[in-house]
């Protein structure tokens, strides 16, 4: 079972579990403190304590016991209220020069965070797999010159480990998006995690990777949409903005959307990424290269600058028409 308590439902119940003899697990978590328990008997008079069977699958992401949205707070960018989010910069860190001029450009376009890739899966042992630790110091410099907080994607424990310290946001990328060992490793560590879908998840799969990072503690999670592998051709995935609805309708994280990996060619960017907005989406995470043609990975899905800053209007544009705002460092 799991127990979900209010501060004024904390000594009796720390009492009745002294007095028991089942065993258990404490989290804190939003201001509460939540208890896993498991074996014995346990005795709770206070009825309006939350108690949730430990064999559900959606416990800590639902709305069930938390109704208000969670905020997201990456080195002082806060993800989840009513301004939207826009992190961007390239699919790679290739170089300093690549990288300066790229950062440039999105922050004078409006994007309040820095996304570069250093530690790169990819599909082929052949390509490039990112720049690795020299990679990551050039965008650690990067995000201080630009004073944008950077998010970029680890692979394993031990990268977590050794360098999770110096990243304002860790992505956990489609492919380790069901690595469970490294989202309970995330779920101890405190660190903001951006969470994307693993290419044939489920929403409720999605969401469950979810449970493995806040049941160890951690609830600065949001959840990437970054479409899933389909029978359609047209785009690299197919995006279903119904998604990004279903998951603002039942959770309370917030919600960020990929755009430009399901759509595979820039074209398409802009309006998949429109579209995610207007079905809820709290954050934006766009591929940018100051040469896209020239770029090392996913060259024809990354905007140029001057589309990025065309998009950047819209998403003004849109944000009011929606109620919202777009941050602004």
């Not at 065993?23 to 328990?37: C, G, M, N, P």
């Not at 699958?57 to 301004?83: F, M, N, P, Q």
């Not at 250093?118 to 410099?141: A, D, W």
């Amino acid at each position: 079972m799991i127990f979900i308590l209010e501060t004024s439902q904390i000594p009796e119940f720390r009492e009745s579990i002294s007095l028991s003899t089942c065993s258990y697990r404490k989290i804190d978590l939003y201001d509460r403190e939540v208890y896993f328990t498991w074996g014995g008997e346990l005795e709770i008079e206070d009825k309006d304590i939350i108690r949730i069977p430990s064999d559900g699958r959606l416990v800590l992401s639902s709305r069930s016991w938390k109704e208000e949205d969670t905020v997201v707070d990456v080195s002082g960018v806060k993800i989840g209220g009513k301004d939207i989010v826009v992190a961007a910069g390239p699919c790679s860190v290739e170089s300093e020069d690549q990288l300066e001029e790229t950062a440039k450009e999105v922050k004078r376009a409006g994007a309040s965070m820095l996304r570069g890739g250093v530690f790169k899966p990819r599909t082929s042992p052949y390509s490039f797999q990112g720049l690795g630790v020299k990679g990551l110091e050039m965008l650690i410099e990067a995000g201080q010159e630009m004073e944008m907080p950077i998010v970029t994607e680890i692979l394993d424990i031990e990268a977590a480990r050794n360098h999770g310290n110096k990243i304002d946001m860790i992505q956990v990328g489609s492919r380790n998006g069901q690595n469970y060992p490294l989202l309970r490793y995330l779920g101890t560590s405190g660190k903001p995690v951006l969470l994307k879908n693993g290419m044939g998840n489920t929403v409720d799969e999605w969401l469950s990777s979810s449970e493995y990072i806040l049941s160890n503690g951690n609830g600065n999670v949001v959840i990437c949409y970054r479409g899933v592998r389909s029978f359609e051709s047209g785009t690299r995935f197919s995006m279903d903005i119904g998604s990004i609805a279903n998951v603002k309708m039942h959770s309370h994280l917030p919600v960020a959307a990929d755009p430009s990996h399901p759509a595979g060619k820039r074209k398409y960017v802009e309006n998949l990424a429109l579209g995610a907005l207007a079905a809820g989406a709290d954050m934006l995470e766009i591929e940018v290269h100051a040469n896209p043609e020239t770029a090392l990975s996913d060259k024809d899905q990354q905007l140029h600058p001057n589309e990025f800053a065309s998009l950047m209007n819209k998403v003004r544009k849109l944000s009011e028409a929606l109620g919202r705002g777009v941050w602004k460092n």
